[in-house]
């Protein structure tokens, strides 16, 4: 069994410019969440993805995108990136079902660091 | 709203010594919880949880934790500390809907001395 995959792991950007994270989800999971880790802090939830939706979203700016593949792969974009978006960036994947959203499995994460 | 309170950002124990990780909640449903390490530039793997059944929960390498809900409180033991338990410990409370998100705690940073 596959379990949680993020590309890339490290990322360098400038101010004002753009990124787009990846993830790929443990095998038989149809939901995707996405987290940011400050350094030093605990991860903040940023949104969840079902069945290519957004299905819940954290206290982000819309900046911050994101998109789920009917593979159930999923995507972080954060536009006009601030220096304040230098961060550990962590994707999970659950199943979610009749008995509600099973437990989150993260991947590696991407550090991305804003100059 | 949801939310976890971890004390102490930093713990340090002996190798043998009893591990204790201190996680306090507060919810307004009836809360899951999560305990989760995560060693250096690494993601969080899941050690235990606590979905409304027993209220003590056994999880991997050997650590366990205990739902009381008269306290709030859903702390971390492990009977003895090994060396390769040093780590960042983050404790988490979901809801039990269908867009549950984890909210999680500031994270205990547990060293092991010998």
């Known amino acids: 069994e596959t379990g949680v995959t993020q590309s890339p792991t490290h990322l360098i950007k400038t101010r004002g410019q753009q990124v787009t994270l990846r993830c790929s989800s443990q095998s038989g999971h149809n939901t995707v969440s996405w987290y940011q880790q400050a350094l030093g802090q605990g991860p903040q939830f940023i949104f969840q993805?079902?069945?290519?939706?957004?299905?819940g979203r954290g206290n982000f700016p819309p900046r911050f995108s994101g998109l789920q593949f009917p593979n159930y792969s999923s995507e972080l974009n954060v536009n006009a990136l601030e220096l304040d978006d230098s961060a550990l960036y962590l994707c999970?994947?659950?199943?979610?079902?009749?008995?509600?959203?099973?437990?989150?499995?993260f991947g590696p994460g991407t550090r991305l660091l804003v100059l | 709203a949801q939310s976890v309170t971890q004390l102490g950002s930093h713990v340090s124990v002996s190798e043998g010594a009893l591990v204790l990780l201190r996680c306090n909640y507060s919810?307004?449903?009836?809360?899951?919880l999560f305990w989760y390490v995560q060693y250096p530039n690494q993601g969080l793997q899941l050690l235990l949880k606590?979905?409304?059944?027993?209220?003590l929960v056994k999880g991997i390498n050997g650590f366990e934790a205990e739902f009381k809900k008269s306290e709030t409180s859903f702390h971390l033991t492990k009977p003895s500390a090994h060396m390769s338990d040093a780590a960042e410990y983050f404790c988490?409370?979901?809801?039990?809907?269908?867009?549950?998100?984890?909210?999680f705690g500031t994270g205990t940073r547990l060293q092991v001395t010998l």
């Open positions: 999970a994947s659950s199943l979610l079902g009749l008995a509600g959203l099973e437990t989150q499995y």
């Open positions: 988490a409370v979901s809801g039990s809907g269908t867009a549950s998100k984890l909210t």
């Open positions: 919810s307004s449903v009836p809360p899951y």
């Open positions: 993805y079902y069945r290519e939706e957004e299905n």
């Open positions: 606590y979905t409304s059944a027993a209220t």
